[in-house]
């Protein structure tokens, strides 16, 4: 499976403007022919919370329409990263996916809120898992701040998936606790981690990206440049989790009547 990371500035409370960034990045993308691809958390809006009621995206609709048309023209699965939604009178943080038909197969609202950039008080958290099949492979994916919950990774995980997406805007003064956790991730569910950050400032805090994709071993087998918008591929290989998988069978040595 060969994934294109986009990694991309995101301009505060602009929802316009970051669309028009987008799709720029996305044709670029579709050039390399991947069969996925992965953007950041908040592209729409960033974290302009205070604003929601005016730039959430109502029912996800104006990004839906976008990207579903986008999916199927190119024939291309899409991690859309996550947008501010509104959903009756509450806002989230939502992540869809879309499958080569432009289908909508996940609708993930953030479990874990982040205080620190004041989640908490302008978003509802989600309740749902996702969880989802690209291309005839399991796979999972969350936001940010929940890969801090490893009880809920393993949740995800622990029905056959082989790559976790990860979507971020993880600040740059923690960004090397973000590479601890993602390789953590990585190892402890064999899988392939797909994660990406965004780059640019916001209006606390600054992101220099750091997006990445880890092996089941957790080898860094992809690392793209700090500072750089762009769109950065890698191929994975199912093999390699398998062969992990069989020499330490972690899933099934597991025992989760103790874990509670």
């Keep these: ?19 028009k960034t987008v799709l720029a990045l996305l044709e670029k993308a579709v050039l390399d022919e991947p069969d996925v691809i992965v953007l950041p958390e908040m592209w729409n809006t960033g974290y302009a919370l205070s604003q929601l009621a005016d730039l959430a995206d109502d029912n996800g609709e104006r990004t839906k329409t ?30 869809y996916v879309f499958d080569r038909t432009g289908q909508v197969i996940v609708d993930y609202d953030k479990i874990h809120l982040f205080g620190l950039m004041g989640e908490d008080q302008f978003l509802q958290a989600g309740h749902q898992p996702s969880t989802f099949v690209l291309d005839g492979i399991q796979a999972a994916s969350v936001i940010c701040y929940d890969i801090r919950f490893p009880e809920w990774i393993r ?38 981690v797909v994660a990406v950050n965004r780059v640019g400032k916001g209006d606390l805090d600054s992101f220099s990206g750091h997006s990445l994709v880890i092996n089941p071993l957790g080898e860094v087998i992809l690392q793209v440049p700090d500072n750089q918008e762009g769109v950065f591929s890698t191929c994975l290989d199912w093999s ?18 103790l874990y509670h």
């Excluded at 990207?67 to 989230?92: E, M, P, Q, W």
């Excluded at 390699?240 to 069978?249: A, F, H, S």
């Design 1 to 19: 499976m060969k994934v294109a990371l986009i990694q991309m500035a995101i301009r505060e409370g602009q929802p316009k403007q970051n669309t």
């Design 66 to 95: 976008l990207l579903r048309a986008f999916a199927k023209k190119h024939h291309v699965n899409i991690v859309a990263g996550s947008v501010a939604t509104k959903k009756k009178d509450s806002f989230f943080n939502t992540t």
């Design 155 to 192: 949740t995800l995980m622990s029905g056959g998936a082989k790559v976790l997406f990860v979507v971020a805007e993880w600040p740059t003064e923690r960004v090397a606790q973000w590479e601890i956790l993602l390789r953590a991730r990585a190892v402890e569910n064999q899988a392939f």
């Design 240 to 257: 390699e989790v398998e062969k992990v998988r069989g020499q330490i069978p972690v899933f099934a040595d597991r025992k989760p009547q």
